[in-house]
């Protein structure tokens, strides 16, 4: 079977760099509600690509400055949804929180 260049696309690692001095630039990072919001966009996404495409795990990013991976294997998939999904209640993101439901009642 030939993958389309959307299939292909569509399972690309995200690339990212993160640029920090120490240790509590990471910290900060983590705080940053731009860069959350981010980070679970591009998790659902490969969530969604996994559960489409039957996958027992999926590589969300590429952190290449840092020589690390970040992998979620389907077995944390619900976890990973289920913690998504409090932090779009807490933000009265109902609309987000019904699409994640809906996943997490499949899984």
């Known amino acids: ?58 590589e969300i990013f590429n952190i290449f400055n840092m020589a690390l991976i970040i992998e979620l294997e389907k077995i944390n998939f619900k976890d990973a949804l289920v913690k998504m999904n409090s932090i779009y209640i807490d933000e009265e993101d109902f609309e987000k929180c019904a699409e994640l439901q809906k996943i997490i009642n499949k899984l």
């Open 1 to 58: 079977m030939k993958k389309t260049k959307e299939k292909v696309k569509e399972n690309e690692v995200t690339k990212i760099q993160i640029g920090y001095q120490d240790p509590n630039d990471l910290l900060e990072l983590r705080e940053n509600l731009s860069f959350a919001k981010y980070v679970h966009e591009k998790t659902l996404e490969k969530i969604k690509y996994a559960l489409d495409n039957n996958l027992d795990k999926v």
